[in-house]
C-alpha cells in the first residue's frame, strides 16, 4: 500500500464519518491540514507532506531497518513515540506533538498498529507500544474486526494490521477476530474464490480484493509486516473448501492461492481509475508476494519478485520511505538479499530518505541525508484525480480503503 492510497484511505474516512464532500472540498474538521510552510521534523523520514502519512510511513520505515539489522537513528525513534496520544493512541500526523490530543486529533487504528509494530523492533519503547496495545483492543468491534477509525464498521484491512500489532506485542485480542475473516473469504466455486473481501457489500455480496486478501492473509497467519517464509504446506497451494466454516489455516491458504492466480498471467497485479487504462500495482504487487510467502509459497512468488526486481524501485524512489520499506518486507519474506534487489541497494536507499541510521548489519553508519534525495511524492494531487475512489496500489501503504479487484 502506497502512501498514495494511504492518504486517499484518511481522506475517505474522513467521508464516512460525515456528510459526502466533492473532491475538491477542503478536509472536514476533525482532519488533519497540511501547510505548505511547515517545516519538516529532522527526525521524519520522507519529504512529502506527512499530514495523511507521517506516523505510517516512519513506522515502515524503522520496522524495514531493524528487520535488516539497522539501528534506526534515536532521534527518528523518538519523533514516532511523540507522536503518540495521552490515550495510547496515534493520529496520521500531529505536527504539535507536545500539545495533548483533544477532539479535533483524529485518531485511527492503522497508524497506531503501524507504530506498535515499529516500536516493538526498536526496544526501549514497550510502554508505549502496551499502551497502545491497550488502546487497540479497546476499539475491537463486536464482530471480532476492527475499523479504520473509532466507531467505524470492520474492514480485513484494518483488523489484519490490528493483529499483526498484536502479535508483535504478544498480546491477544479479547474476542477472536478469525471468524470474521472466516465470513469474508470467499468460497473456492465461487468468483474470486479464495480472495477476501474488504468489506461486505450493501447486498452483502463479497467482492474478491487483493489489497484485502493480502492483508487477510497475514491477518489469518497472526503475523506482522516482515514475516519470513513459511514451509510450504502439505495441501499443497490450491483453494479448497471445508464443509465447516473456515480455520484460520485455512483461510490464509486459500487467500494465498487466489493471489497466486491473480499474479499468474501477467507476474504482477493491476490497478486503474474508472475509465483508465490499467497500470501495474507495484504495492500489491510487493504485499501479496509477503503473503504468499509468509503462507508457504515463496515458489509461487518467484514470479512476481522477479518483476518487482525488475520494474519497481522507479516505483520506490517517486514514492518514499513506505515503499521501500514494502519492497524490503518482499526480500526478506522471500529469503532474499534486499541489498542487492534487481541491482539496487534498498537498504541504503531507504536510510538515505531519514536521519542517518546509529549503525547498520555491516557494522558502519549509513550515508548521511542530503536532503536531496527523492523521499515521497506529494500527496494533494490525490484530491483531484479522484483516487479517494480507490484503486489498489498495496495495503502495506493504502492504509485501509475499500477496492474493487480490477
Known amino acids: ?15 464516512v464519518m460525515g456528510a459526502a464532500a466533492p473532491a475538491t472540498a ?33 513506522s515502515l520505515a524503522l520496522l524495514a531497518q531493524r528487520t535488516v539489522g539497522v539501528t534506526p537513528a534515536v532521534k527518528a525513534v523518538d519523533w514516532l513515540a511523540g507522536q503518540q496520544c ?31 509494530q515499529a516500536l516493538k523492533a526498536v526496544g526501549g519503547h514497550d510502554a508505549a507500544a502496551d499502551k497502545a496495545v491497550a488502546w487497540l483492543k479497546s476499539q475491537q468491534n463486536k464482530d471480532g474486526g476492527w475499523g479504520y477509525a473509532p466507531g467505524s464498521p470492520s474492514d480485513t484491512n484494518s483488523t489484519g494490521v490490528v493483529v499483526g500489532a498484536l502479535a508483535a506485542a504478544g498480546a491477544s485480542a479479547d ?12 468460497r473456492c466455486g465461487q468468483d474470486g474464490g479464495g480472495g477476501l473481501a474488504y468489506q461486505p457489500g450493501k447486498d452483502g455480496k463479497l ?8 492483508a487477510g492473509v497475514l491477518g489469518a497467519l497472526g503475523k506482522g509486516f516482515a514475516p519470513t517464509a513459511a514451509k510450504a504446506p502439505a495441501d499443497g497451494h490450491v483453494c479448497a473448501d471445508s464443509d465447516q466454516a473456515l480455520t484460520r489455516q485455512e483461510v490464509a491458504r486459500n487467500g494465498a492461492a487466489y493471489l497466486a492466480d491473480a ?11 474508472a475509465g483508465a487504462k490499467p497500470q501495474p500495482d507495484y504495492g500489491n504487487t510487493a504485499d501479496a ?3 504468499m510467502a509468509a503462507q508457504g509459497g515463496t515458489r509461487t512468488a518467484k514470479k512476481p519478485y522477479a518483476w518487482l526486481e525488475a520494474n519497481s524501485v522507479r516505483w520506490a524512489r517517486q514514492s518514499g520511505p513506505a515503499a521501500y520499506a514494502e519492497l524490503v518486507f518482499a526480500a526478506h519474506a522471500m529469503g532474499e538479499d534486499p541489498r542487492n534487489f534487481g541491482g539496487t541497494d534498498l537498504v541504503t536507499a531507504l536510510n538515505a530518505t531519514g536521519p542517518a541510521p546509529v549503525a547498520a548489519a555491516t557494522g558502519h553508519a549509513e550515508e548521511k541525508n542530503d536532503g536531496k534525495k527523492s523521499s515521497g511524492t506529494n500527496v494533494w494531487w490525490i484530491v483531484g484525480t479522484g483516487l479517494v475512489a480507490g484503486i489498489g496500489i498495496g495495503f502495506l501503504l493504502s492504509g485501509r480503503r475499500k477496492q474493487q479487484q480490477l
Open 1 to 15: 500500500m502506497n502512501v498514495l492510497r494511504r492518504s486517499a484511505a484518511v481522506l475517505a474516512a474522513t467521508a
Open 26 to 58: 477542503a478536509p472536514a474538521a476533525g482532519t488533519p491540514s497540511p501547510s505548505a510552510s511547515a517545516v519538516l521534523p529532522s527526525g521524519l523520514y520522507g519529504t512529502a507532506d506527512p499530514t495523511f502519512d507521517g506516523v505510517w510511513r516512519q
Open 86 to 116: 495521552a490515550s495510547g493512541a496515534f493520529a496520521a500526523f500531529r505536527a504539535e506533538p507536545t500539545a495533548a490530543c483533544d477532539a479535533k486529533v483524529t485518531v485511527d487504528t492503522n497508524s497506531t498498529a503501524a507504530a506498535v
Open 175 to 186: 474476542k477472536s477476530p478469525y471468524g470474521l475473516l472466516a465470513t469474508w473469504s470467499i
Open 207 to 214: 467482492t474478491a480484493n487483493a489489497d484485502a486478501t493480502a
Open 263 to 273: 499474479v499468474d498471467e501477467k507476474g504482477h497485479l493491476v490497478s486503474a481509475l
Open 289 to 291: 508476494v509477503v503473503a
